[in-house]
């Protein structure tokens, strides 16, 4: 099963592939984390998205597609995955189509009030990459992960500055992913809304999984 995961940045696209991957082992794309790992081990990539991704602006297509089509060459791809973050442009979604068309486009439909308060409030571990939220989802020790104990860090593009630049290029550029996946008749809406447990059941039930 090919699916791809768009909507607003901290719509939970992540949390809920993370849990899809844990339960139904379908592998987890994420460009986001990707190019956030370039940038962690400064390779060439990294030194040239760094800037990109702190001002919250979007990487060139043909760089973007160049490493989701590495990366889904990889065996572990073989029986399908989940695209979270990919296609974010028209150029990404239409050249996708060619070059490995998709099953399914998931919409997380989510308001942008919402989605400031997850992004500011969101909390990450470095080490197991789980995803707190000093709002909604606070971990059991102040700045702690549950899992490993290792301090907890902010992502440098969860500042409100950026979190609207963000915001701007999504409505901007990625929105329109939803038109185009409904005139492929391939596009399935969730209420992202809601907790990560109700968006995954819903999902769930949505693909028949
Ligand atoms: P994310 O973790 O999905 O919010 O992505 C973080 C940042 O990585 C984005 O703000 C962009 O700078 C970059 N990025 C991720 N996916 C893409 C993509 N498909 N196209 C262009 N840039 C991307």
């Not at 791809?4 to 696209?13: L, W």
């Not at 990707?34 to 040239?48: C, D, H, P, S, Y």
């Not at 860090?153 to 979190?163: A, M, N, Q, V, W």
């Not at 038109?179 to 769930?204: C, M, P, R, T, W």
């Amino acid at each position: 099963m090919k699916l791809v995961f768009f909507g607003a940045p901290g719509a939970g696209k992540g949390t809920i592939a993370k849990i899809l991957f844990d339960e139904k082992k379908i592998v987890h794309i994420s460009t986001g984390d990707l190019f956030r790992e370039a940038i962690k081990n400064m390779t060439e990539l990294g030194q040239k998205v760094s800037s990109i991704l702190e001002k919250g602006e979007l990487v060139p297509d043909e760089l973007t597609i160049a490493l989701v089509e590495e990366r889904t060459k990889k065996p572990d791809c073989a029986k399908g995955y989940i695209l979270d973050g990919f296609p974010r442009t028209m150029v990404q979604a239409e050249r996708w189509e060619e070059i490995d068309p998709i099953d399914t486009a998931v919409y997380f439909d989510i308001d942008d009030e919402l989605v400031r308060k997850r992004l500011s409030g969101r909390r990450m571990c470095p080490k197991c990459g789980a995803i707190y939220n000093i709002f909604f989802s606070q971990p059991k020790k102040e700045g702690l992960c549950d899992n490993d104990g290792e301090t907890l860090f902010i992502r440098k593009d969860d500042g409100l500055e950026t979190i609207n630049n963000r915001l701007s290029v999504y409505h901007g550029q990625t929105e329109p992913l939803l038109g185009f996946y409904k005139n492929l008749n391939k596009e399935i809406a969730i209420d992202a809304s809601v907790s990560a447990d109700e968006s995954y059941k819903q999902i769930k039930g949505k693909l028949g999984l």
